[in-house]
């Protein structure tokens, strides 16, 4: 990269000052030098930085350390930098501005407990100001603005970057620094270097307008700021004045994802530099084009990408196809990133364009089709990422002719075949080699050609190749080693100490035997889902070194025994799975020597006991999962003060008794909670509503790993758990931190659900059936909109289902069945697509029962003691109305004299009505006179 001009002059200025300046054995002025001695007071020196700021060692504070003196000037020399980077605590003194002919002040690095001292607005000669991760917190003071000799500025937050998986924010970041104006930047117009990172910005309104009354600034970089850009306007090219600017880093910001990248960036001619990383851009669109990043650039002759060497728009959400012009635009390029988008389509074949190119990193695209053979002639290639597309197709030795500065190539999770030759000698000699899910082509052996590569290989992914057979005793040298999803069998010899950090996969294989063998430098060991047996003493006890492991996955063997009490001797475990083998005996005791244990995994074996009182150690412990064992006795009360960060908690299938605990409740981040299949009793307790992380809208960490996340080098490895929800039993890891699970099931729980459940409005499934719940279904159970599945079978729960349900949209497994519930079931189609069974035994009506519902809201083939009275009246009027019947007709059939009469009493009415018929008959049809 071409160095910016005026850092060059910085340093050789800097340097001439300490080497010119030291060598005159002047005394520095005694203002300056009681102001330096008042400043040592103030502070707190835990490395002794100030060790020799004392007059009673050396009078002449120009030779203190960290202290740089001027050229003499008049009779004398004043102290011209202070560089005190580094450990310091506490404040900084206000006799610093007495140090008039300061120019250079770097107090980056250090732990002061305050906000930026306004008072450094003071020293009028300051040239150079760095109060990077200084400690210093709060709104950052607009009297900076008043050193207009300002070169060089730079304020960066306390953050570390590798510990940031979420973006800054002044609601959950403690002691963050802020601006809530750039103003006062406009005055510091000599400024050429600025740099404001880790800084909330949020608030910084017109930031770009500011920025444009900085002529003379050469680098510029907002990173991790929570920038917003500003209205249209300024997206158009209005920022004309920077056209110095040859470094601009605006990286992970996050801007809203109908943002686009600004117009102004592609007239900056001298650019160099573009890093706009880890954001929220829909396209690339300006000058009203939209969509296709080639379209989007426009022709490179017109603006500054022709001689841009290093762009990285990673991580956004770019999408089209890459162009012919696209690659012929930018020939100067060095580095290219464009990894984590959106972008599709085959990559053009004039690539080779690109002659200068040494860095290409397309991965976590969608793009397709073959890689171009013209890549074998980029002669300065050292690195090409191209995993995680759609691309397909043969690769052969013209892809790789000439490529012999290549370190770098990873292909994984595409669809390639290898078709090298066996006899192939590659051009190269990698040192990271990742080709997971491509077929390698030569049998299903490791192919010769990589075994060449074995004297600087410490990188090796060949997951999912299908390669079988034994392991080359070379492989075990290779510092990162994945060879998981493969049919490789045989035994595991002793992992030697290779002198640096071991990490190795090699999970869903066939290697059987005992476990080997680790040294004490290995990291990370994934040994799962192979055929291993025996016991674990060997492996765990027998060496006595202190281990540095901090990821073991031994889960899906054979193995047996009990668990050796020798873990002390693993005191960098995080992640630790011995789930789904033979284990028997209790948890062990020295269980509590892993105060950094993350995530504990021992389901699925035959372990009993009580969970013992030292795990209270493991006070970071985020998951527990002890599900289907033999453990009894209670809930410890220690769980919800002890372990303040755990998130999931499956003890489901064990033997545990006793009441849950109102303790448990003080678990504020727990996500999942699974007691199923147990012996509780009693209560559910009234404080669940303290469970705050399952009222809270959830989501997956954008960048970075979150606390479900194991880094292994080269990549993370994101933790799992097995929840019953729908019905069935679902394993979860992708999105495992979105899931919001309560299973209190088949247990002997009494008394009502508390309302304060309904509360949990981001919860996602509740299973409380198979219990001996009463009472009513809560009226405001329709709170829990976010509610997918919901059991409630096989309790004693009465009254009407509340008509609140209707308003649950996402709920789509219902059971409420074999409980006292009445009534009519609430009226929605959601309800009508849940099947019958999830109803029956109670007394309910309407869809999706085929049983309608009667005027009073019951069913009507289900009647009361009311209507059965009435059924019997009308039973006895029919029996009495027939009796009466046969009685007369038998009177008449047997007596004559009754016959005859009776039927001339009908004769004698019959003639009376036809009488009266006629007449009436007659009077209507008479003519008129």
């Known amino acids: 990269m071409k160095p910016a001009p005026i850092l060059a002059a910085l340093f050789f200025l800097v340097i001439g000052n300490i080497n010119g300046g030291n060598n005159i054995n002047l005394v520095c002025p005694e203002i300056e030098r009681e102001a330096l001695l008042s400043i040592k007071a103030s502070l707190k020196d835990p490395s002794n930085i100030l060790s020799t700021w004392n007059i009673s060692a050396d009078v002449n504070c120009c030779n203190w350390n960290g202290v740089v003196c001027s050229n003499i000037t008049g009779g004398g020399r004043h102290v011209q930098q202070l560089r005190l980077q580094g450990g310091l605590r506490g404040k900084m003194n206000p006799s610093l501005v007495n140090l008039q002919h300061l120019s250079y002040l770097d107090l980056s690095q250090n732990e002061f407990e305050e906000t930026i001292p306004s008072f450094i607005g003071s020293i009028a000669s300051l040239e150079y100001l760095n109060l990077s991760r200084a400690g210093f917190y709060g709104t950052v003071p607009r009297s900076i603005g008043d050193l207009s000799n300002l070169r060089v500025l730079i304020l960066e937050g306390n953050y570390d970057e590798s510990q940031l998986s979420v973006q800054l924010n002044v609601n959950n970041v403690a002691r963050e620094m802020d601006v809530d104006s750039l103003e006062w930047l406009s005055r510091l117009s000599r400024l050429e270097l600025l740099h404001v990172n880790y800084v909330n910005l949020s608030r910084a309104a017109s930031w770009q307008q500011v920025i444009n009354t900085l002529p003379s600034l050469v680098e510029l970089k907002f990173r991790y700021c929570n920038l917003n850009f500003d209205n249209a306007p300024f997206n158009n090219g209005v920022i004309s004045n920077v056209t110095s600017l040859a470094i601009l880093d605006l990286s992970r910001n996050n801007f809203r994802p109908n943002y686009t990248i600004p117009g102004w960036i592609f007239q900056l001619s001298n650019l160099t530099f573009l890093d706009l990383s880890y954001n929220s851009f829909q396209d690339l669109s300006y000058n009203n084009l939209e969509g296709d990043i080639s379209d989007s650039f426009g022709n490179a002759s017109d603006c500054f990408l022709g001689s841009l060497e290093w762009l990285d728009l990673s991580r956004n959400q770019i999408s089209g196809n890459l162009s012919d012009r696209f690659f012929g635009d930018f020939k100067s390029l060095i580095v290219l990133k464009l990894g984590s988008n959106s972008l599709s389509g085959a990559i053009p074949v004039n690539i080779v364009k690109m002659s200068s190119l040494e860095y290409l990193d397309l991965s976590v695209n969608k793009f397709t089709g073959n890689l171009p053979e013209s890549v074998g002639q980029l002669f300065n290639f050292r690195y090409l990422n191209i995993r995680d597309n759609k691309m397909e197709g043969v690769l052969t030795k013209i892809h790789f002719a000439n490529l012999t500065n290549l370190y770098y190539l990873s292909a994984s999770w595409n669809n390639f075949t290898f078709n090298v030759g066996r006899n192939w000698i590659p051009p190269f000699k990698l040192r990271i080699l990742m080709l997971s899910s491509c077929d390698l082509g030569e049998g299903t052996e490791i192919p010769s050609w990589i075994e060449m590569q074995k004297t600087q290989i410490h990188t090796l992914d060949l997951s999912s190749t299908g390669i079988s057979g034994n392991v080359p005793s070379w492989i075990w040298k290779v510092r990162f080693l994945n060879l998981s999803h493969n049919q490789l069998h045989g035994s595991i010899p002793v992992i030697s100490d290779i002198g640096r950090r071991h990490y190795l996969y090699l999970s869903s294989n066939q290697f059987s035997g005992s476990l080997p063998r680790v040294a004490p430098n290995v990291s990370a060991l994934d040994l799962s889902n192979n055929s291993f047996s025996g016991g674990l003493s060997h492996f765990l006890c027998e060496m006595n070194e202190t281990y540095s492991l901090g990821f073991l996955h031994l889960g899906g063997n054979q193995l047996s025994g009990e668990i050796p009490d020798c873990w002390m001797k693993w005191p960098s475990m995080e992640y630790l799975n011995l789930g789904n083998n033979i284990l028997s005996g209790t948890i062990p005791n020295s269980i509590g020597f ?116 194991y880094n292994t080098y080269r990549g993370f490895f994101r933790d799992s758990a097995k929840v019953a929800t729908k019905g069935s039993e679902l394993q979860y890891d992708t999105i495992l931190a979105l899931v919001t699970n309560i299973d209190l099931s088949n247990n002997n729980l009494s008394g009502d659900i508390p309302k304060e459940l309904t509360s949990l409005v981001e919860l996602r499934s509740l299973n409380l059936s198979g219990n001996q719940l009463t009472g009513s279904i809560p009226d405001s159970i329709g709170d829990m909109k976010q509610l997918e599945s919901l059991d409630l079978s096989r309790n004693s729960l009465s009254g009407e289902m509340p008509n609140s349900f209707r308003v649950m949209s996402t709920l789509n497994y ?94 004698n009415i019959w003639n009376r009505i036809y009488l009266y018929c006629y007449t009436k008959w007659a009077r209507l049809t008479k003519p008129a006179s």
């Open 594 to 709: 892993l105060t950094g244990l993350r995530s504990l995994n021992l389901y699925g074996n035959k372990i009993s006991g009580p969970i013992p009182f030292s795990m209270s150690s493991c006070t970071k412990l985020v998951k527990i999962g002890l599900s289907d064992n033999e453990i009894d006795g209670s809930i410890p009360s220690w769980m919800g003060t002890s372990l303040a960060n755990l998130k999931i908690l499956i003890l489901r299938s064990n033997k545990l008794n006793g009441k849950i605990s109102s303790g448990i409740c003080h678990l504020n981040y727990l996500q999942i909670l699974d007691l199923s299949d147990n012996k509780f009793s009693g209560i559910i307790p009234r404080c669940v509503d303290n469970f705050t992380a399952m009222a809270t809208e959830r989501s997956l960490p954008e960048y970075g790993i979150g606390e479900l996340d």
């Open 814 to 907: 219902l059971n409420v069945s074999y409980n006292k519930l009445t009534g009519r079931i609430p009226e929605s189609t959601q309800f009508w697509g849940f099947n019958a069974s999830s109803f029956i035994g109670n007394e309910l009506c309407g869809p999706p029962l085929t049983n309608s519902c009667s005027n009073s809201g019951g069913p009507k083939n289900r009647e009361d003691k009311s209507s059965s009275k009435i059924e019997w009246y009308f039973v006895f009027l029919s029996l009495g109305y027939g009796f009466g019947f046969s009685v007369v007709c038998t009177t008449l059939a047997l007596n004559k004299l009754w016959r005859e009469a009776y039927f001339g009493f009908l004769e």
